[in-house]
């Protein structure tokens, strides 16, 4: 792996924290079953990228369906965990 890739490896792995983080945070604030919407037109969005010969679309594209992927498992989990009434 080249210098290049590295710095790509470097910036897409804390924005794929980052949105696991976020969509946790989030999960705990919206209706269930919305994360696993946003997780899945994020995956679909990736998908629609064509990279071509272009690596940072590779990455771009890579990161967003990873993102969707994890994110999805994170919307599947909360669909059947029981969240505490908030009064």
Do not use: E, H
């Amino acid at each position: 792996m080249d210098s290049t890739g590295k710095i790509y490896l470097v910036v897409s792995l804390p924005i794929i924290i980052l949105s696991l983080i976020t969509f946790w945070y989030l999960s705990k604030k919206m209706p269930k079953g919305s994360i696993l919407a946003i997780c899945a037109v994020i995956y679909m969005l990736g998908y629609s990228i064509d990279p071509g010969n272009q690596r940072a679309l590779y990455i771009l594209k890579g990161t967003m369906q990873m993102i969707g992927s994890l994110g999805a498992i994170l919307g599947i989990i909360d669909l059947f965990r029981k969240k505490k009434s908030q009064l």
